[in-house]
């Protein structure tokens, strides 16, 4: 397809476990930002990729949470030791960042981490 | 993490009114976003405005960026059931920077 694509939809795990969570943005888009929804809440940034660039990782909550983009397109978020307060949809979104243009990030549909 | 806010938190209107939400900040932003969330997806971007003071209409939605940097409000004008959703501002200050969001408007339609 042609936008954001993220898996798993839904993810329902034990505390304590690790979960693995994939973005696959639009292609060509060079940037790519995650994003954590807590039920009612509004979006909060997490870390941030461009390019070939060190990530912005000022978001992280903990040092439980990671991420990685390999080759410049999929991201993988990695959430290692689940708390259920890591419950929440986890969104995540690229940007063309073309030079000289506004630029939009578009987002996905998102995943519902539930921790039990 | 910092969320803008954003009122009011719920409206409940008849099809037909017009609405009104505003997001504030405590610090300047050099962009402001409106974007509305259904159900189950990612948020979709309504409005882009990139200079204070700007007044930027998308059809029924019109928001306008505060020469202060630090508020922006979005109106909606004859709502029609589409409309039903979470309404997100969101502040950036560059343009390949993170978004702020602010904690989000709901729009119910009363039949």
């Known amino acids: 397809g042609a936008g954001v694509s993220q898996s798993p939809s839904n993810k329902v795990t034990e505390k304590g476990k690790d979960v693995e969570l994939r973005c696959d943005p639009i292609s060509g888009h060079t940037a790519l930002y995650w994003y954590r929804q807590s039920l009612g809440q509004g979006l909060e940034f997490l870390i941030y990729?461009?390019?070939?660039?060190?990530?912005?990782k000022s978001g992280l909550p903990s040092d439980r949470f990671s991420a990685e983009r390999t080759g410049g397109s999929v991201s993988t978020l990695t959430i290692q030791r689940t708390q259920q307060e890591d419950s929440a949809v986890y969104l995540c979104?690229?940007?063309?960042?073309?030079?000289?243009?506004?630029?939009?990030?578009?987002f996905g549909p998102g995943t519902r981490l539930t921790v039990l | 993490g910092q969320q803008l806010n954003q009122s009011p938190q719920s409206m409940f209107i008849q099809e037909g009114e017009d609405v009104s939400m505003n997001c504030t900040s405590s610090s300047i932003f050099n962009t402001w976003l409106w974007y509305k969330q259904d159900p189950g997806e990612g948020p979709v971007l309504l409005i882009a405005l990139y200079k204070a003071g700007e007044l930027t209409s998308n059809g029924r939605l019109t928001a306008q960026f505060g020469i202060t940097r630090k508020d922006s409000f979005l109106n909606i004008s004859a709502s029609i059931p589409s409309d039903v959703g979470i309404y997100f501002c969101a502040g950036q200050m560059g343009g390949n920077e993170k978004l702020t969001f602010g904690t989000g408007t709901r729009l119910t339609i009363i039949p």
């Open positions: 979104a690229s940007s063309l960042l073309s030079s000289g243009s506004p630029d939009t990030q578009y």
């Open positions: 990729f461009q390019g070939n660039s060190a990530p912005d």
